[in-house]
């Protein structure tokens, strides 16, 4: 049989055929491929992982701790205010800084919105600084200081221990940092913003009453004579008081500066009416108790979390605490359920961190205040929070959506018989584990370390700040002008309460 002869045509579609084949079977080894991967992959690895992954950071406050104490050079210039400040020193001061400001906006075209943001931290006298930590450091072990309800003092330390994390970041040698939104400018008059390293909380818990109060009345005088001070009234000033009695008795006189809270109680137990709001102020996250549940450990835990809900601590507080009780008395004796009186001590630490561990749910219910350590325990554990505090305020809000990793409940929904539990049993097996999936994410932002790592809470404290930046500028430039006999202050009251409604499951 003759052979049919091929024209130039039927070459060029055998060719064209060909082509497509090999496209087609490069296709489907390439998904073969990626069917694979993903059978391999861990469902919980961080899409987003630490950009020094090997450095690992160090989380404990006792042990960062005694690496600062035994390397940072405690010998340095003091700012101390030695003689009166006149109206002339504070004069020559504005102008200066007025002089860079104006150069500032001609020369960068996003100023004042535009970072890094520039700190200037106070050189404050041994007493308020390296003093209280050294004091901290030598008792720490002294698990026989207690509070009145029985938790250590030094846990509660930790607890609160933020302005120890802020302050060794900032002044640690450049070439060690790893945030790039804030930087440490040497000369005050450059600064956006001022840091005033003073350990409220260790002085409050570790001071007797007396000496306590008059070491923040001697800090509150240092503070209020510097220049900067009194150029703005201290609304540029960043304080941190964490813990809600540190800097009680004279905070007061320090209202217009930014304050690194916990929360902000609406009951008047703690703060009093005008002294802290959401504009002017940060909410902190607490520094968790418990160690954290990486990738590896929330992925082998899984099949381990047989528990449905989880809550170890105290059963009854005040406040708007007293919701726990009436808790404790819809679901003690429920199936799938484990409530536990406990405090943070060791004991108390491993107890919670395994009860954690095997739990789906968290119960997160108001306590004195509307937030506790709790909630983060909860998060680097890998248990999704069931938050049940109407007044309570997050950390970072303006950047984080908590409704990804924790469930809201009201507390008139919450105590209404056999309600939460049928909440809870409603939730989908998918949505569990999408959530889960969430914590392993949103853990990294409430773990405070040395060095400060990017995404961590000392990099979005900085963050927050910063869309703060352009209305502390306006009230500090308003107060210098605004006659004193005039309505200078503001009295609308404009916030919506603050009320937190159950999560809707669609």
């Known amino acids: 049989m003759a052979l049919l002869k091929q024209t130039p045509l039927t070459i060029a579609r055998s060719n064209a055929k060909s082509r497509i084949l090999l496209f087609t079977l490069f296709l489907f080894a390439f998904s073969l491929l990626f069917a694979l991967f993903s059978l391999t992959r861990n469902p919980y690895s961080d899409p987003y992982p ?12 006792v ?28 004069r020559k001061f504005d102008d200066v800084a007025s002089k ?17 943001i520039r700190v200037y931290v106070y050189e404050m006298p041994r007493k308020f600084t390296y003093d209280l930590l050294w004091l901290f450091r030598n008792t720490y072990k002294d698990t026989s200081n207690l509070t009145s309800n ?85 609304r540029d000033h960043i304080l941190p008081v964490h813990h809600p009695w540190s800097f009680k008795s004279v905070r007061r006189y320090v209202k217009n500066a ?78 799938g359920v484990v409530i536990e009186e406990g405090t943070a001590g060791e004991v108390g630490k491993a107890a919670a961190q395994n ?31 069931v938050i049940v505090s109407d007044e309570l305020e997050l950390p970072f809000e303006g950047i984080l959506d908590y409704r990804k990793i924790a469930l809201f409940v009201s507390s008139s929904d919450a105590t209404q018989p056999g309600y939460l539990l049928k909440f809870l049993r409603g939730i989908s ?28 809470p000392e990099d979005l404290v900085w963050r927050m700040i910063a869309g703060k930046l352009v209305n502390i500028k306006l009230h500090t430039r308003r107060s210098q002008r605004v006659v004193k006999e005039s309505r200078s202050i503001c009295t609308c009251d404009c916030r919506r309460a603050n009320f937190t409604s159950t999560t809707s499951l669609s």
């Open 50 to 61: 630490y950009p020094t992954p090997n450095a690992k950071p160090e989380t404990s406050f």
């Open 63 to 90: 042990a960062s701790i005694e690496r600062f104490l035994a390397q940072t050079s405690q010998r340095f210039r003091d700012d101390t205010v030695t003689s009166l400040t006149e109206d002339g020193v504070v």
């Open 100 to 116: 860079i400001e104006r150069q500032r906006v001609y020369e960068d075209s996003y100023y004042p919105l535009s970072l890094p």
């Open 150 to 234: 029985g938790s250590p003092v030094h846990r509660l330390i930790e607890q609160h221990s933020i302005d120890y994390w802020l302050w060794a970041d900032l002044i640690a040698p450049e070439s060690e940092r790893l945030l790039k939104n804030v930087v440490r400018v040497h000369r005050q008059e450059e600064a956006d913003l001022f840091y005033i390293p003073f350990f409220t909380t260790i002085s409050f818990f570790l001071l007797e009453k007396q000496e306590c109060k008059a070491l923040y009345r001697e800090a509150l005088k240092w503070v209020t004579d510097q220049p900067a001070w009194k150029r703005s009234e201290g």
């Open 258 to 335: 930014i304050w690194l809270l916990p929360d902000m109680d609406s009951t008047g137990n703690w703060y009093k009416p005008g002294q802290v709001s959401l504009e002017k102020d940060l909410i902190l996250p607490y520094v968790p108790n418990v160690d954290f549940c990486d990738v590896k450990c929330v992925s082998e835990s899984e099949s381990k979390r047989s528990t449905l809900l989880f809550f170890r601590g105290r059963l009854k507080r005040n406040a708007g605490g007293k919701i726990r009780a009436k808790l404790v008395a819809e679901l003690s004796s429920a199936e």
């Open 355 to 385: 009860g954690m561990r095997r739990s789906i749910f968290c119960l997160n219910p108001a306590g004195d205040t509307p937030s506790s350590a709790r909630l983060f325990d909860a998060i680097v554990s890998g248990c999704i929070p």
């Open 429 to 456: 097996p998918a949505q569990i584990r999408e959530m889960r999936r969430n914590l392993v994410q949103y853990s990294r932002h409430f773990l405070y370390s040395s060095p400060a790592q990017p995404l961590g």
